[in-house]
Protein backbone atom coordinates (compact mmCIF):
# COMPACT_ATOMS: atom_id res chain seq x y z
CA UNK A 1 0.00 0.00 0.00
CA UNK A 2 1.73 2.67 0.02
CA UNK A 3 0.92 4.91 -0.23
CA UNK A 4 5.10 6.10 2.10
CA UNK A 5 6.64 7.51 -0.81
CA UNK A 6 8.13 7.09 0.77
CA UNK A 7 4.81 8.33 -0.44
CA UNK A 8 2.17 5.25 -0.67
CA UNK A 9 -0.73 7.46 -1.73
CA UNK A 10 -1.17 4.69 -3.79
CA UNK A 11 -3.68 6.14 -2.77
CA UNK A 12 -1.74 8.63 -2.72
CA UNK A 13 1.25 12.65 -4.34
CA UNK A 14 4.02 16.08 -3.39
CA UNK A 15 5.20 19.53 -3.94
CA UNK A 16 6.22 20.00 -7.60
CA UNK A 17 4.89 16.27 -8.06
CA UNK A 18 1.32 16.19 -6.07
CA UNK A 19 -0.84 19.37 -7.18
CA UNK A 20 -4.61 18.47 -7.09
CA UNK A 21 -6.42 17.69 -10.30
CA UNK A 22 -10.03 17.66 -11.93
CA UNK A 23 -11.35 14.71 -12.86
CA UNK A 24 -14.40 12.74 -13.69
CA UNK A 25 -16.05 11.36 -10.71
CA UNK A 26 -15.63 8.01 -11.84
CA UNK A 27 -11.30 8.45 -11.69
CA UNK A 28 -9.15 8.81 -9.75
CA UNK A 29 -6.20 10.54 -11.80
CA UNK A 30 -2.75 11.79 -11.16
CA UNK A 31 -2.04 15.33 -9.75
CA UNK A 32 0.74 16.34 -12.00
CA UNK A 33 -0.67 16.06 -15.31
CA UNK A 34 0.02 19.35 -16.62
CA UNK A 35 -2.84 22.46 -17.21
CA UNK A 36 -4.51 21.66 -13.88
CA UNK A 37 -2.23 22.16 -11.47
CA UNK A 38 -2.09 23.02 -8.18
CA UNK A 39 1.33 23.21 -6.73
CA UNK A 40 1.71 22.02 -2.88
CA UNK A 41 4.70 23.06 -1.16
CA UNK A 42 4.35 21.01 2.02
CA UNK A 43 5.72 17.76 1.30
CA UNK A 44 8.68 16.20 -0.90
CA UNK A 45 7.62 14.40 -4.24
CA UNK A 46 8.93 11.40 -2.64
CA UNK A 47 7.22 11.07 0.95
CA UNK A 48 2.87 10.76 -0.46
CA UNK A 49 2.85 8.56 -3.77
CA UNK A 50 -0.13 9.33 -5.81
CA UNK A 51 -2.85 6.48 -5.98
CA UNK A 52 -3.38 7.04 -9.60
CA UNK A 53 -5.96 5.36 -11.55
CA UNK A 54 -6.31 4.65 -15.07
CA UNK A 55 -9.70 5.79 -16.47
CA UNK A 56 -11.02 2.07 -17.25
CA UNK A 57 -10.21 0.92 -13.56
CA UNK A 58 -13.29 2.03 -11.55
CA UNK A 59 -16.39 0.85 -13.83
CA UNK A 60 -19.95 2.39 -12.58
CA UNK A 61 -21.43 -0.86 -12.23
CA UNK A 62 -22.37 -2.23 -9.04
CA UNK A 63 -19.29 -4.45 -7.20
CA UNK A 64 -20.04 -7.90 -7.37
CA UNK A 65 -21.58 -9.56 -3.76
CA UNK A 66 -18.69 -11.80 -4.04
CA UNK A 67 -16.03 -9.36 -3.72
CA UNK A 68 -13.05 -10.85 -1.85
CA UNK A 69 -13.03 -8.84 1.52
CA UNK A 70 -9.61 -7.87 2.60
CA UNK A 71 -9.75 -9.78 5.99
CA UNK A 72 -10.19 -13.16 3.93
CA UNK A 73 -6.75 -12.61 2.30
CA UNK A 74 -4.61 -14.47 4.18
CA UNK A 75 -1.77 -13.33 6.31
CA UNK A 76 0.72 -15.02 3.84
CA UNK A 77 -0.49 -13.25 0.60
CA UNK A 78 2.90 -11.27 -0.27
CA UNK A 79 4.32 -14.74 -0.91
CA UNK A 80 1.61 -14.87 -4.22
CA UNK A 81 0.60 -11.01 -5.06
CA UNK A 82 3.97 -9.87 -4.57
CA UNK A 83 5.42 -12.26 -7.52
CA UNK A 84 2.39 -11.95 -9.42
CA UNK A 85 2.84 -8.30 -9.74
CA UNK A 86 6.99 -8.63 -10.53
CA UNK A 87 6.27 -10.99 -13.18
CA UNK A 88 4.06 -9.10 -14.63
CA UNK A 89 6.38 -6.61 -15.07
CA UNK A 90 8.79 -8.52 -16.09
CA UNK A 91 6.67 -9.85 -19.21
CA UNK A 92 5.68 -6.26 -19.90
CA UNK A 93 9.51 -5.51 -20.56
CA UNK A 94 10.05 -8.95 -22.04
CA UNK A 95 12.31 -9.94 -19.74
CA UNK A 96 13.66 -13.64 -20.85
CA UNK A 97 12.88 -14.48 -16.88
CA UNK A 98 9.54 -12.98 -17.35
CA UNK A 99 8.47 -14.49 -21.01
CA UNK A 100 8.92 -18.57 -19.77
CA UNK A 101 6.19 -20.48 -18.51
CA UNK A 102 6.74 -22.78 -15.53
CA UNK A 103 9.24 -20.29 -13.72
CA UNK A 104 8.52 -20.21 -9.88
CA UNK A 105 10.35 -17.96 -7.44
CA UNK A 106 12.97 -19.18 -6.11
CA UNK A 107 12.45 -17.95 -2.27
CA UNK A 108 8.88 -17.69 -2.09
CA UNK A 109 9.05 -15.78 1.71
CA UNK A 110 6.36 -13.85 3.12
CA UNK A 111 7.45 -10.20 1.30
CA UNK A 112 9.14 -11.71 -1.67
CA UNK A 113 12.63 -11.09 -2.99
CA UNK A 114 13.42 -8.84 -5.32
CA UNK A 115 14.68 -10.15 -8.78
CA UNK A 116 12.32 -13.27 -8.56
CA UNK A 117 10.53 -13.37 -11.48
CA UNK A 118 7.28 -15.48 -9.01
CA UNK A 119 4.90 -18.15 -9.99
CA UNK A 120 3.21 -18.22 -12.93
CA UNK A 121 -0.55 -16.60 -13.16
CA UNK A 122 -2.40 -19.59 -14.46
CA UNK A 123 -0.44 -21.60 -11.49
CA UNK A 124 -1.52 -19.05 -9.00
CA UNK A 125 -5.01 -19.13 -10.17
CA UNK A 126 -5.04 -22.89 -10.29
CA UNK A 127 -3.88 -23.23 -6.57
CA UNK A 128 -5.61 -20.38 -4.92
CA UNK A 129 -8.68 -20.11 -6.92
CA UNK A 130 -11.24 -18.13 -4.20
CA UNK A 131 -9.77 -15.18 -2.85
CA UNK A 132 -7.59 -14.42 -5.68
CA UNK A 133 -10.41 -15.50 -8.14
CA UNK A 134 -13.12 -13.24 -6.67
CA UNK A 135 -12.95 -9.30 -7.55
CA UNK A 136 -10.70 -7.56 -5.43
CA UNK A 137 -8.96 -3.85 -5.63
CA UNK A 138 -5.75 -3.07 -5.11
CA UNK A 139 -2.64 -0.67 -5.26
CA UNK A 140 0.76 -1.33 -6.28
CA UNK A 141 3.50 0.81 -5.43
CA UNK A 142 7.06 0.88 -6.74
CA UNK A 143 9.98 2.62 -4.99
CA UNK A 144 13.92 2.89 -5.61
CA UNK A 145 15.56 3.35 -2.43
CA UNK A 146 13.63 5.98 -0.88
CA UNK A 147 12.28 7.24 -3.97
CA UNK A 148 8.83 6.55 -5.73
CA UNK A 149 8.93 5.37 -9.02
CA UNK A 150 5.00 4.42 -9.63
CA UNK A 151 1.60 4.29 -8.19
CA UNK A 152 -1.43 3.16 -9.49
CA UNK A 153 -4.37 1.57 -8.06
CA UNK A 154 -7.81 0.25 -7.80
CA UNK A 155 -10.61 1.50 -5.02
CA UNK A 156 -13.27 -0.56 -6.31
CA UNK A 157 -13.42 -4.41 -6.82
CA UNK A 158 -14.54 -5.14 -10.19
CA UNK A 159 -12.01 -7.90 -11.72
CA UNK A 160 -10.40 -10.86 -10.04
CA UNK A 161 -7.67 -9.86 -7.47
CA UNK A 162 -5.21 -11.27 -9.50
CA UNK A 163 -5.82 -9.66 -12.72
CA UNK A 164 -6.05 -6.32 -10.59
CA UNK A 165 -2.67 -6.51 -9.26
CA UNK A 166 -0.94 -7.19 -12.38
CA UNK A 167 -3.04 -5.01 -14.56
CA UNK A 168 -2.04 -2.30 -11.86
CA UNK A 169 1.65 -3.61 -11.39
CA UNK A 170 1.67 -2.71 -15.38
CA UNK A 171 0.42 0.92 -14.70
CA UNK A 172 2.40 1.87 -11.92
CA UNK A 173 5.59 0.66 -13.67
CA UNK A 174 4.74 2.04 -17.09
CA UNK A 175 1.50 4.28 -17.23
CA UNK A 176 2.17 6.47 -13.83
CA UNK A 177 1.99 10.17 -15.99
CA UNK A 178 4.63 11.46 -13.46
CA UNK A 179 7.55 8.73 -14.65
CA UNK A 180 9.32 7.80 -17.43
CA UNK A 181 8.26 3.93 -18.26
CA UNK A 182 9.92 1.81 -16.03
CA UNK A 183 13.31 0.54 -18.38
CA UNK A 184 14.93 -3.59 -17.78
CA UNK A 185 17.95 -1.89 -16.69
CA UNK A 186 15.79 -0.74 -13.40
CA UNK A 187 13.83 -4.18 -12.95
CA UNK A 188 16.09 -5.39 -10.41
CA UNK A 189 16.13 -2.11 -8.17
CA UNK A 190 12.67 -1.79 -7.71
CA UNK A 191 10.68 -2.65 -4.71
CA UNK A 192 7.44 -3.93 -4.97
CA UNK A 193 4.33 -2.92 -2.63
CA UNK A 194 0.83 -4.32 -2.60
CA UNK A 195 -1.96 -3.07 -1.05
CA UNK A 196 -5.42 -4.88 -0.88
CA UNK A 197 -8.19 -2.67 -0.11
CA UNK A 198 -11.14 -3.12 1.81
CA UNK A 199 -14.65 -2.35 0.33
CA UNK A 200 -14.79 1.56 1.17
CA UNK A 201 -17.34 2.73 3.98
CA UNK A 202 -19.46 6.11 3.40
CA UNK A 203 -19.43 8.58 5.96
CA UNK A 204 -22.34 10.52 4.36
CA UNK A 205 -23.33 12.16 8.07
CA UNK A 206 -20.18 13.34 7.93
CA UNK A 207 -20.78 17.46 7.39
CA UNK A 208 -17.16 19.63 8.56
CA UNK A 209 -14.16 19.30 8.93
CA UNK A 210 -14.38 18.30 12.71
CA UNK A 211 -16.73 15.71 11.97
CA UNK A 212 -14.33 14.22 9.57
CA UNK A 213 -11.44 14.30 11.97
CA UNK A 214 -13.48 12.58 15.14
CA UNK A 215 -14.88 9.61 12.72
CA UNK A 216 -11.36 8.99 11.00
CA UNK A 217 -8.58 6.75 12.49
CA UNK A 218 -5.45 8.31 11.33
CA UNK A 219 -2.65 5.05 10.61
CA UNK A 220 -5.43 3.13 9.87
CA UNK A 221 -8.10 4.36 7.70
CA UNK A 222 -7.80 5.31 3.93
CA UNK A 223 -9.85 8.18 2.78
CA UNK A 224 -11.52 8.73 -0.61
CA UNK A 225 -13.01 12.62 -1.01
CA UNK A 226 -15.59 13.54 -3.24
CA UNK A 227 -16.80 17.00 -4.12
CA UNK A 228 -18.40 17.29 -7.40
CA UNK A 229 -16.70 16.46 -10.05
CA UNK A 230 -13.90 15.88 -8.02
CA UNK A 231 -12.41 12.96 -5.98
CA UNK A 232 -9.15 11.83 -4.56
CA UNK A 233 -7.45 9.03 -2.05
CA UNK A 234 -4.79 9.03 0.52
CA UNK A 235 -3.98 5.31 1.81
CA UNK A 236 -3.63 4.74 5.05
CA UNK A 237 0.31 4.69 4.46
CA UNK A 238 0.46 8.47 4.21
CA UNK A 239 -0.56 9.14 7.81
CA UNK A 240 3.36 8.00 8.36
CA UNK A 241 4.02 11.53 6.53
CA UNK A 242 0.86 13.81 7.65
CA UNK A 243 -0.26 12.56 11.00
CA UNK A 244 -2.33 15.23 11.85
CA UNK A 245 -6.00 14.37 10.77
CA UNK A 246 -6.63 18.28 9.66
CA UNK A 247 -3.24 18.56 7.35
CA UNK A 248 -4.36 14.74 5.87
CA UNK A 249 -7.31 16.34 5.01
CA UNK A 250 -6.55 19.25 3.71
CA UNK A 251 -3.55 18.00 2.07
CA UNK A 252 -6.33 15.14 0.35
CA UNK A 253 -8.59 18.32 -0.74
CA UNK A 254 -5.84 20.19 -2.46
CA UNK A 255 -5.25 16.48 -4.23
CA UNK A 256 -9.19 16.43 -5.61
CA UNK A 257 -8.05 20.12 -6.61
CA UNK A 258 -10.52 21.45 -4.21
CA UNK A 259 -9.99 24.94 -1.83
CA UNK A 260 -9.48 24.30 1.55
CA UNK A 261 -12.23 24.30 4.33
CA UNK A 262 -15.41 22.11 3.72
CA UNK A 263 -18.60 22.42 1.13
CA UNK A 264 -21.89 21.06 1.01
CA UNK A 265 -21.42 19.00 -1.31
CA UNK A 266 -17.88 17.10 -0.31
CA UNK A 267 -18.45 13.43 0.87
CA UNK A 268 -16.12 11.37 2.62
CA UNK A 269 -15.52 7.22 2.48
CA UNK A 270 -13.08 5.41 4.14
CA UNK A 271 -11.26 2.00 3.78
CA UNK A 272 -8.91 -0.31 5.58
CA UNK A 273 -5.75 -1.87 3.80
CA UNK A 274 -3.50 -5.19 3.87
CA UNK A 275 0.08 -3.99 3.06
CA UNK A 276 3.08 -6.67 1.84
CA UNK A 277 6.26 -5.42 0.36
CA UNK A 278 9.40 -6.70 -1.12
CA UNK A 279 12.16 -7.37 1.23
Request: hydrophobic share 35%; charged share 30%; aromatic share 4%.
Amino acid sequence: MTGGSDDRSAGGSAADADPGRRVPERTVRDETVPDETVPDETVPDETVPDETVPDETVPDETVPDETVPADVVPDDAGQLLLPLARRAIAEHLRLEAGATAGVEAESPVPGGQRGDVGVPRAQVLDEHPGWLAAPGASFVTLRIGADLRGCIGTLEAFRPLAEDVRRNAVNAAFRDPRFAPLTAQEFDRIRIEVSVLSAPEPLDDVRSVAEAVARLRPGVDGVILRSGGHRATFLPQVWEQLPSPYDFLARLRRKAGLRPGWDGHTRISRYTVRAWEEE
